[in-house]
């Protein structure tokens, strides 16, 4: 089994993949929102078409560069959901107008600008009621016929950049000095509503009003709504603490909305993105837009917070095992923070966990082994802490599969995916350039 395996390789069941993406887009059909799966998970075009076949046409990227791979895949609606970078003012330009020649626009439907009539109206029966079935029809219309390009700020000073950039005959990075012409994108306001990472705290209705305020100045933008990311769910200790983190989001953003629509902003989305939330979550009531993105794989981290089952983690690292160590319950692995980064959660018992461990097996792996974890790595070595039973089972030159504490990292370390057959499924974005 996975006789290929020579170095530390990534390994993904795609029949878990694509029963993942079905089970996360059916929920966000059954609530009425719209379906915007975060890519940097993946990263990948192949990986991509599985969403692709799952009817899925919006998108989140978290750089530029990852933005134009995926709209040369022919994704046409694509969130950048990082700050924008002034310093890549002129290749965010490029890039909207090269959405924009590859599907023109349809009038103007795409854009909920402050106080436009044309906007999805909250409480419209064609605008974005939570949980409404009027909602689904209503955002989809918005964006299907048309590409568009979203980009998040949370300042005045960017948001000036982006109307100069946006105006027409702007561009020449942030002085909007050169002679192009117009061109529009979506922006959403970047809330913390309670992550601590970035963003307009969400109890700031004046740092909010005056970005809003001044994105509305420029022609060329237009305001979407409020875009927040509940990373602290990831630290949660239970999945009903998960809930409860979701539910305060939700009613802090849904707050700072109609705070907003009082000072002349009206029609704002609200577009939230986490993965424990968005898979333990029955419903996503009182949102316009969910963007999670692990959940394609899922992890070690997904599964001790209750966010997946053992049997939908899709994604793992076969590792060969290099040196044993019986007297201390260790074996040494060729699998090292290089291919599973640092990343570590811990476990009930307190115990860094790097990594789960399993035994190959012909569908990939089999079940996780409940006493066994990466317990430490270095560049190149992982070390394993083991039962006596699987010391038992291991001898140098077996392999081990590990499930890191972290997905996302690990394929962006690897760039490569492979079946349990060897064959080659698909690269990360930077390896598929020419």
């Not at 918005?142 to 027409?168: K, Q, T």
């Not at 939700?250 to 939230?272: N, P, T, Y």
């Amino acid at each position: 089994m996975l006789d290929f395996v020579k170095t530390p390789t990534l390994l993904v069941m795609t029949h878990r993949v694509e029963r993942n993406i079905e089970r996360m887009k059916a929920k966000a059909d059954r609530s009425g929102v719209r379906f915007r799966p975060h890519f940097k998970t993946h990263q990948s075009g192949e990986m991509g078409e599985y969403f692709r076949k799952a009817g899925v046409e919006a998108i989140t990227v978290s750089s530029v560069s990852m933005a134009r791979f995926f709209a040369s895949r022919g994704w046409g609606d694509i969130t950048i959901a990082f700050p924008v970078n002034l310093r890549e003012m002129d290749d965010i330009r490029a890039l909207a107008q090269d959405l924009a020649r590859a599907s023109p626009r349809a009038g103007d439907a795409t854009g909920a600008r402050a106080g436009d009539a044309t906007g999805a109206r909250a409480g419209d029966a064609t605008g974005a009621r939570a949980g409404g079935a009027a909602r689904k029809p209503a955002l989809r219309a918005a964006h299907a016929d048309a590409p568009a390009l979203n980009l998040v700020v949370e300042s005045v000073e960017s948001a000036r950049a982006l109307g100069r950039a946006f105006s027409a005959g702007g561009g020449s990075g942030s002085g909007g000095s050169g002679g192009g012409p117009a061109v529009e994108a979506g922006v959403y306001l970047k809330i913390d509503a309670g992550y601590g990472r970035t963003g307009i705290p969400a109890g700031d209705d004046g740092a909010a009003a005056a970005v809003a305020r001044e994105l509305t100045r420029s022609p060329g933008l237009k305001l979407r709504g409020l875009l927040a990311h509940a990373g602290h769910t990831y630290s949660a200790p239970s999945a009903e603490a998960v809930r409860g983190i979701f539910r305060e989001t939700v009613e802090a953003l849904g707050a700072l909305k109609g705070r907003l629509a009082k000072r002349g902003f009206r029609d704002l989305e609200i577009s939230v993105g986490d993965t424990p939330g968005c898979s333990i979550l029955d419903r996503f009531d009182g949102v316009d837009e969910v963007r999670p993105g692990n959940f394609v794989f899922y992890d070690a981290k997904q599964l001790g917070l209750g966010s997946c089952r053992e049997e939908d983690i899709a994604a793992a690292v076969a590792c060969p095992v290099v040196a044993r160590h019986p007297e201390r319950g260790q074996v040494l692995i060729y699998g090292g923070a290089v291919h599973l980064s640092k990343d570590f959660h811990t476990d009930p018992e307190g115990r860094r966990v790097c990594g789960l461990v399993a035994l190959p097996a012909p569908e990939g792996w089999g079940p996780v082994k409940p006493r066994c974890r990466v317990s430490s790595v270095s560049q190149e070595h992982g070390v394993v802490t083991v039962d006596p039973e699987t010391m038992a089972e291991l001898s140098v030159g077996d392999l081990l599969v590990v499930i890191p504490s972290h997905i996302c990292l690990a394929v962006d370390l690897l760039g490569e995916y492979h079946s349990p057959r060897g064959e080659l499924l698909g690269t990360v974005w930077r390896r598929s350039l020419p």
